[in-house]
């Protein structure tokens, strides 16, 4: 099949497909549930999908600044608050919400972002200059069934397209694919493939898979994602829909024991791309308030090689079997804390630690290890709704610290700054976004030249979530 012909059908199927839902008369009472928010999801970052929103459960508490999002069976309120974070709780900006109904309904959001990038060195690597353009556009059914005495029923599956792909390979691949059971607003249980829930704030300024949450490189080399300096640790070894770069699946079961506070629970279980095997699980927790929020996380992950692994007895000489021999275990904990003094200031600080432990050497019990730190904070003041209400205008700035150690004797250190003017549009979450970034890193190992980094960005994004 040729690659034209392929890719007509493709957007054949995509128009017959939409053009039904906006034509067709709907089986669901409400509209569509809203984005869960602005800032993309995976680093990489794209958007959690609006379906990934925990089920809301009644609450006479005040919003904070951040924009109201409901469960997704639930109508869509007007958007003239400020943009929420990705991956962050539904509940925690919750409204009342209208009865559950059972339906079809269709959810997604088109993300699209330009900019310009400059990396230089202390070292004889001339400075290199790119202008990057990529982006997602992202569509799946929501079937939502109501088994009565708000007990509910949701399947979903969507499909994930990327402005920016690599030559000669079709970039669409799948997004969240779940089923989800549970009880409106008091509890739910999740399988499939979706994100888990963001622990570590980072405001606006930080959408993941752009420029700035990259950061500086170590060397040129703009295709190679080996050459960056670490990223934040945000207790997100299982965080995106694949646990880091292991393609796995996952069951989460949610509790929300009072209206202003829920508890995530998450088991990772798949195979490596190696061959190996990876189990693990994850455990957060939030709290909201009128005048501030807690979200804190902790996680633990093997990986195991599939196949019996051997080493040579010093002594005899003789290959003996090794139980511990190529496995790996990553763990760490994190949290937020974040303040809403009045409805249009949001101030938040984020800290984690993540380690890395690796068995090398059983005879001897040689491990090697890393560990990860980072914290940092954001403030944001909605200057449109002081002065031009309801009109919203977000303007604020980020800023966070990464160290990153090994028993090798690598040592890195990696500071991102970034300032944003987010302008939400008033309908769907859609905004539109500016964002100015600068990092510095900064590498030592051993006896290798010291190399000092910096990195200058500016990004335009536009963004649409339905």
């Known amino acids: 099949m040729d690659g034209p012909s392929f890719l007509a059908r493709v957007l054949i ?41 925990p089920p809301v459960r009644s609450s006479s508490s005040d919003d904070t600044a951040a924009v109201v999002k409901s469960s997704p069976v639930h109508s869509k309120p007007a958007r003239t608050g400020a943009p929420a974070e990705a991956g962050l709780p539904g509940w925690m900006s919750a409204l009342p919400p209208p009865p559950m109904s059972s339906g079809l309904d269709w959810h997604g959001n088109l993300e699209l972002d330009d900019g310009y990038v400059k990396y230089s060195w202390n ?19 929501l079937l939502t069934h109501n088994l009565g005495n708000d007990y ?26 779940y089923v989800q059971v549970g009880q409106q607003g008091l509890w739910d249980f999740m399988a499939g493939r979706f994100l888990t829930w963001r622990v570590f704030r980072r405001g606006l300024g930080f959408d993941l898979y752009t420029l700035e949450d990259n950061g500086a490189r170590v060397k040129p080399n703009f295709s190679d994602t080996s050459e960056l300096f670490k990223p934040k640790y945000e207790v997100n070894t299982i965080f995106m829909r694949d646990s880091g770069t292991v393609p796995s699946a996952r069951a989460a079961f949610h509790l929300y024991p009072t209206p202003w506070s829920g508890i995530e629970l998450v088991g990772s279980y798949g195979r490596l791309q190696s061959g190996g095997n ?44 090794c139980d511990q021999c190529g496995k790996e275990k990553k763990y760490g904990a994190g949290g937020s804390l974040a303040f809403t003094p009045m409805q249009a200031i949001e101030i938040g600080v984020s800290a984690a630690d993540g380690k890395h432990d690796i068995a090398e050497d059983v005879t001897t019990y040689a491990h090697k290890y890393d560990e990860t730190r980072s914290y940092g904070g954001y403030a944001q003041l909605d200057v449109g709704s002081l002065v031009m209400a309801p009109i919203s205008l977000i303007v604020g700035g980020s800023w966070f610290h990464t160290e990153y150690s090994d028993e090798d004797g690598l040592y890195q250190r990696h500071d991102q700054y970034a300032g944003y003017v987010a302008y939400p549009l008033g309908f769907n979450n859609a905004v539109a976004k500016l964002v100015v970034s600068k990092a510095t890193g900064h590498q030592e190992h051993r006896q290798d030249p010291v190399v000092d980094a910096e990195m200058y960005s500016v990004r335009l994004r536009f963004a649409y979530y339905y």
Do not use: H
């Open 13 to 53: 199927a995509v128009c017959l497909l939409v053009g039904g839902t906006l034509f067709a008369p709907t089986v669901q009472a409400q509209g569509k549930g809203d984005a869960d928010a602005f800032e993309s999801d995976e680093a990489a970052p794209a958007v959690p999908s609006p379906v990934l929103a």
């Open 278 to 321: 990876v189990l693990g699980g994850r455990l957060a927790a939030g709290i909201k308030q009128k005048y501030f929020n807690v979200l804190v996380g902790a996680e633990y992950e093997t990986w195991t090689p599939a196949q019996q692994q051997f080493q040579t007895d010093q002594s005899t000489g003789i290959s003996v079997p």
């Open 123 to 141: 070292t004889s690597d001339p400075p290199e200059k790119v202008y990057d353009s990529r982006g997602r556009f992202v569509l799946g059914p």
């Open 152 to 177: 509910f029923l949701r399947v979903t599956g969507q499909v994930v397209a990327w402005v920016s792909e690599e030559l000669n390979y079709y970039q669409i691949n799948a997004e969240d694919v």
